[in-house]
């Protein structure tokens, strides 16, 4: 019997001399065709190895540096491959790319570099995936116009270059642009849509967000979760507690209700909306809490003024194994400002600093600032002010200057306004306070003086604008505004309170007309 020409024949010590065949003829076939058969299967198995292709094996080997944030090494890797003479493949492109677009502060020359080898392959007009992966790496780079341009160049885009583009103009604030192409879209999905809406509530443009989420549904696309927290924050920057209401049905019928993300938007805008306790009810109906659902309950008790709350969820938390961090303390501290806690403030603003190793920024220093000015001490909050390693802003200094005109310090009023013309010299709010500060002291001619600078340096007094939310819709009013359509029947209701008012026994206080 001969031996395949695919096996291997190794030398080995002499052995004893085999056992006598068998006699029997039958015995014999079956021994000789079941050794044949088994060289045969062994013979097959050889030749039927499957070989690896030497491209997935450098992709993957690429993927784990990627995958740990090791460009240097992933850099370091490609150029091995291509010194052994390996083409990479579009999925080797793609994952280099989108760990450059992960890292866009240390990737850009490298993103670029790999950009021009796929240019080189082709691959970037090709093949739409690595087409949209260097669209995408070049927005999250802040190179949004050879984003376009290479999203330009994609001979055929599908649904995902699209939305990167638009991703891109949304990340770069060019939101325009971003309405520009997707109005070009052949087709828009949700999370086109998502991007739009999350633009303009990023830009501050609210009420446009909302209305881009009303088109969204008469369009018949879903939301996702990641478009309700987006409506979510503007439904919080705008107190539009009806939409907001409307959302968390939305929520609760679709069955997204532990999503971790949503309810922290959910108490975020029930705090923002004065609606506390269904913001205490969402985060106990949750089964999963992170370090943000507890910031989310402390800031929002403490704008509600609910300050022993607020410190007792801060201790909570820290019960419950969650280590505050500098938002915590942001809370605890305005908490502590507000029930005119001065001590106790202090002492968290020292743990802070000495215990949990938190550099202090400026808002915690504004906490301060304001901890000082409610309790009256508008020295130490000046010490505070000049000594902090910031340069404050006009919050801070803002913060102060009201407390002055409260306690009636014009003379702190005067160098606090010094800080504040240098600061933000078009500011009106500033000029206007001081203003009514001097006429609050009787010093008229101080107040026409400062009147006269206004007018002099072109800066105007802004109206301020009212708002309310009725049916889902939010209404902005000015004073002496009648551009309402319903403005007649406003200004009854307006009349009859004002006699209810009076009826009641409330006299108001003499103020200034702001001119």
Not at 23 to 37: D, F, I, M, R, V
Not at 401 to 413: K, M
Not at 469 to 480: M, P, R, Y
Not at 485 to 491: K, S
Request: hydrophobic fraction near 40%; proline fraction near 4%; charged fraction near 20%.
């Amino acid at each position: 019997m001969s031996v395949p020409a695919t096996t291997t024949i190794q030398l080995s010590p002499p052995q004893p001399p085999p056992p006598p065949r068998p006699t029997n003829s039958t015995q014999s076939l079956s021994a000789n065709n079941s050794t044949k058969h088994h060289l045969t299967l062994k013979q097959t198995n050889n030749n039927n190895k499957p070989t690896t292709d030497p491209t997935v094996s450098w992709t993957t080997s690429l993927h784990h540096h990627c995958r740990s944030g090791r460009l240097p090494e992933a850099a370091a890797e490609l150029t091995r491959l291509r010194i052994a003479g390996i083409e990479p493949n579009y999925i080797t492109f793609i994952t280099l790319l989108s760990a450059c677009a992960r890292f866009p502060t240390d990737s850009l020359c490298f993103g670029m570099s790999l950009h021009a080898y796929a240019r080189k392959l082709g691959l970037d007009t090709t093949n739409v995936k690595v087409g949209s992966a260097v669209v995408d790496f070049y927005s999250k780079c802040g190179c949004v116009d050879l984003a376009r341009l290479s999203f330009d160049r994609i001979c055929v885009k599908n649904v995902v270059s699209w939305n990167a583009m638009i991703n891109g103009y949304v990340r770069n604030g060019q939101i325009e642009d971003a309405v520009e192409v997707f109005d070009e879209m052949p087709h828009r999905d949700a999370v086109s849509w998502t991007a739009m809406v999350f633009g303009f509530v990023k830009k501050g443009t609210f009420e446009k967000g909302l209305e881009w989420f009303q088109e969204m549904q008469l369009s018949g696309v879903e939301p996702d979760y990641v478009t309700l927290i987006s409506v979510l924050a503007a439904c919080a920057n705008l107190g539009a507690l009806g939409l907001g209401f409307w959302v968390h049905r939305y929520i609760l019928k679709k069955g997204i209700k532990d999503n971790v993300r949503v309810n922290n938007s959910l108490i975020d805008m029930y705090a923002r909306c004065g609606c506390i306790d269904f913001a205490r009810q969402v985060f106990l109906t949750m089964k999963t809490r992170t370090l943000v659902s507890w910031n989310s309950m402390i800031v929002g008790f403490s704008i509600n003024g609910y300050a022993e709350e607020a410190l007792l969820f801060f201790n909570s938390m820290q019960k419950e194994g969650f280590e505050p961090d500098g938002v915590s303390f942001t809370g605890a501290l305005a908490a502590c400002s507000h029930a005119g806690l001065v001590d106790e403030g202090l002492n968290l603003f020292e743990v802070m600093k000495k215990v949990r190793r938190i550099l202090p920024t400026i808002e915690h220093y504004g906490c301060i600032v304001d901890l000082y000015s409610r309790a009256g001490r508008l020295e130490d909050a000046l010490d505070v002010i000049e000594k902090m390693p910031m340069r404050p802003n006009e919050v801070v200094l803002g913060s102060l200057l009201a407390a002055c005109r409260t306690h009636g310090d014009v003379n702190l009023a005067e160098r606090l306004t010094n800080y504040l013309l240098v600061l933000d010299p078009n500011s009106d709010s500033n000029y206007v306070l001081l203003s009514n500060m001097y006429a609050a002291a009787g010093s008229w001619g101080r107040a026409n003086d400062v009147r006269k600078k206004m007018k002099d340096f072109g800066i105007q007094k802004r109206a301020g604008i009212s708002s309310i939310e009725v049916d889902c819709n939010v209404h902005e009013f000015v004073a002496g505004d009648k551009s309402h359509a319903e403005i007649d029947e406003i200004y009854v209701m307006l009349e009859h309170v004002w006699l209810e008012l009076g009826t009641s026994g409330y006299v108001p206080e003499s103020s200034l007309v702001d001119t």
